[in-house]
């Protein structure tokens, strides 16, 4: 698995972490679960990120302010964002933030698959 593409999937909701890993990992991709924004940064795996899957409302960092520091640090990482979240301006937001690609739970997993081969083949 070394020197391989990873994929961070940041959610706090285990369920969804869990079906997020072990979808990518289906698709031959290497994935990793992380239940905060602190426990992805802490970890120390953003160099070798290929891509950052992350919801947007999670205890402590959120997941806009986590692709906005991902930016800041200027990483070229692409981030998706995931919400269940409904409120109005949500998706320009995190689309403002610096994600590639925002979606909404549940989610739509063949538009979802769709975005993350395009994202991991660019």
């Not at 909701?13 to 869990?18: G, I, L, P, T, V």
């Not at 964002?81 to 994600?99: F, M, N, Q, V, Y």
Request: hydrophobic letters at 45%.
């Amino acid at each position: 698995m070394a020197g391989e593409p990873l994929i961070s999937i940041i959610d706090d909701d285990q369920a969804m972490r869990s079906a997020l890993v072990r979808l990518i990992r289906s698709l031959g991709y290497v994935a990793r679960g992380f239940a905060s924004s602190e426990e992805f940064i802490e970890a120390g795996v953003m160099p070798g990120c290929s891509c950052v899957v992350t919801d947007v409302q999670m205890p402590g960092m959120s997941g806009i302010h986590l692709t906005r520091l991902i930016a800041e640090r200027q990483s070229q990482v692409p981030v998706i964002l995931i919400t269940a979240r409904t409120e109005p301006g949500i998706e320009e937001r995190a689309i403002a933030s610096g994600a590639v690609a925002f979606f909404r739970k549940p989610l739509d997993t063949t538009a979802f698959i769709e975005c993350l081969e395009m994202v991991m083949s660019a």
